[in-house]
């Protein structure tokens, strides 16, 4: 049995999916019963609780083989860290409890850094709660995946451009940065909880298809959705923080993003493993973005 945490999210249904197809039994874990519905219906076991309850994932985590866990959160909730932490905490007092020794944590480039990053620093902690856990007992093993930008964060461009008729955000516009469609994470971290082949704390890069600044991203969006001109436009200190909060985040969340994408664009954020056929997945933007233009012509 393999429990996917945020089995109802980007990365985790497909992920329980292809646990499924490979023939294994799976139990995916969601707040909702209704939510997790559909993923019942294709064959997996569903469980809804809190996912910051350690007793509620002990329980889940039981017998199992191996674990998919994630640290999920509401851009609009306040207290970030906290609501990070708690959840790190309840996943790896869960492993604790349950005996569970194999996992793999969705993770993000820059977690190797102490300072600077924003809202990659839970992450980072996470990793280290990780480590503690896994050196604590030499049968104990947790992959980190640390991707890198999401390209679904793009989704939230589509209400900028609609409304300004350009994109803008708190990136550098032409510094490349390595971008990477969640489908291609979830298919690292369902083979990687399939092949099991890491041992204590491992940490692998997942790269995306190329590295691409945001002005490059813009341009094939704008390709994309009939505005060939679109463009990117850097938004600076409190201009970047008041969109960031129009567009639905939490203050201290828009603070840390801010933080982040000026350490990501002063390049302070690398990958540490170089790129490599490994760590470069197959979704490139120009793919991903005839979704984004599909969602954009549905607005
Ligand atoms: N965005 C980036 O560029 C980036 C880069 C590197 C890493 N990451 C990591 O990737 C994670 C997101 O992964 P994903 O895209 O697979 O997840 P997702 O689509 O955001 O879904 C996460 C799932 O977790 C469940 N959940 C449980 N507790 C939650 C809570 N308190 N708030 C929100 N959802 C909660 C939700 O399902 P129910 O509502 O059904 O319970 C949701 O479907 C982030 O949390 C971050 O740690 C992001």
């Known amino acids: 049995m393999y429990v996917v945490m945020g089995a109802t999210g980007r990365t985790g249904h497909r992920i329980v999916h292809h646990l499924l197809q490979a023939g294994e039994r799976v139990l995916a874990l969601g707040r909702s019963e209704s939510r997790l519905a559909p993923l019942a219906a294709a064959g997996a076991q569903v469980r809804a609780g809190e996912q910051t309850d350690p007793a509620f994932l002990a329980e889940a985590f039981r017998g ?12 609009s909730a306040p207290g970030y860290d906290a609501q990070q932490d708690r959840q790190g905490e309840a996943i790896v007092e869960a492993l604790r409890r349950s005996g569970l020794r194999e996992v793999v944590a969705l993770s993000s480039l820059g977690a190797d850094l102490a300072q600077g990053t924003g809202p990659i620093m839970s992450m980072r902690r996470q990793e280290q709660r990780l480590r503690a856990w896994a050196d604590e007992d030499a049968g104990r093993n947790a992959l980190a995946l640390r991707a890198g930008a999401f390209m679904e964060n793009f989704y939230g461009s589509l209400e900028v451009i609609k409304a300004f008729g350009f994109n803008g955000d708190a990136f550098d516009a032409d510094y490349p940065l390595p971008m990477i469609a969640a489908r291609d994470i979830a298919d690292a971290a369902a083979g990687a909880l399939l092949r ?6 491992s940490v692998r890069e997942l790269l995306g298809e190329r590295d691409l600044s945001y002005a490059q991203a813009t341009r094939i969006l704008g390709e994309r959705i009939g505005l060939p001109e679109l463009a990117y436009v850097r938004l600076e200190g409190g201009d970047a923080l008041d969109a960031l909060v129009q567009g639905g985040f939490a203050p201290d969340l828009a603070a840390q993003y801010v933080e982040l994408a000026h350490t990501i664009s002063a390049g302070r954020v690398r990958s540490l493993e170089g790129r490599n056929a490994g760590n470069t997945t197959a979704t490139s933007f ?12 549905a607005m």
């Open 196 to 201: 099991r082949d890491w041992r204590g704390l």
């Open 64 to 75: 199992a083989t191996a674990a998919y866990t994630l640290l999920p959160y509401e851009l």
């Open 286 to 297: 120009e793919a991903f973005a005839e979704e984004l233009a599909q969602a954009y012509r």
